[in-house]
């Protein structure tokens, strides 16, 4: 069996993507599937699912975000910034101990990083008190509608990010060289993998 710290590390590493998993995956829910379904039902139907549906999906996708980002931080400082013997400070993987800059790798974890926190946010600070707040009722209905648009802006906006957030995420350990071609590429197909699910999500899966 490996060292304590091998074992803890590789179970971080595991919760961060478990979690990771369960987050964007409602989100992909909520952008694909949801959406366009929403566009299919009445509003006797809409009273009746939702108040089912959407509390559930709401409650695993804020709570698949917090525990992404704490697993997240705490893999950031056992990779970057834990040097053994209960001491702390950059690893080889942050600052490069020949060049004495920071590493390509730690490079690609900050650009994934700042999009998965930005993504965070936007879940816990906008799109979640939105859906609250029309779910528990709390919008007046002449509001209704501008609290629901800025809050599909905002969850539209958190799927196009996890695409390039994504790569950030996967290059560090398994890609490792930054440059600014391959940081554009990473955005652009990130983003381009997205507006083609996004633009098909009305289209796909319908029975014959
Ligand atoms: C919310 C903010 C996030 C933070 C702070 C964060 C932080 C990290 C860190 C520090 C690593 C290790 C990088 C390395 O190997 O050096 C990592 C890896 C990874 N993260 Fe995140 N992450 C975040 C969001 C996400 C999200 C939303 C996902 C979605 C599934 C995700 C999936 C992954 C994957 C797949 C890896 C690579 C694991 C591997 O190479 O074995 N992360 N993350």
Redesign the pocket.
């Known amino acids: 069996m490996p060292d304590l710290y091998s074992n803890v590390h590789l179970i971080i590493?595991w919760l961060?993507?478990l979690?990771?998993?369960v987050?964007?995956g409602h989100l992909y829910f909520f952008n694909f599937v949801n959406v366009p379904l929403q566009g299919t039902l009445d509003d006797a139907t809409k009273k009746s699912v939702n108040p089912q549906l959407l509390p559930r999906a709401l409650w695993w996708f804020r709570w698949g975000?917090m525990v992404?980002?704490l697993?997240?931080?705490i893999?950031?400082v056992m990779?970057?910034f834990y040097v053994g013997d209960g001491r702390f400070g950059p690893t080889s993987?942050l600052i490069d101990p020949l060049l004495g800059r920071i590493t390509h790798?730690?490079m690609?974890?900050f650009f994934?990083?700042i999009?998965?926190?930005i993504?965070?946010f936007n879940v816990w600070f906008v799109i979640w008190p939105a859906q609250k707040a029309l779910l528990t009722g709390k919008v007046p209905a002449d509001k209704a509608p501008a609290v629901r648009k800025r809050a599909l802006l905002f969850s539209r906006t958190n799927t196009y990010l996890?695409g390039p957030?994504?790569f950030?995420?996967?290059a560090?350990?398994?890609y490792g060289a930054m440059s600014f071609p391959s940081l554009l590429l990473a955005i652009l197909l990130g983003v381009i993998a997205i507006w083609a699910s996004i633009r098909s999500s009305g289209k796909v899966g319908k029975l014959k």
């Open positions: 590493r961060h993507v979690a990771g998993i987050w964007i975000a992404t980002l697993a997240g931080l893999l950031f990779n970057y993987l790798r730690a690609w974890i994934g990083m999009l998965g926190i993504m965070w996890s957030m994504l950030g995420m996967l560090p350990a398994h």
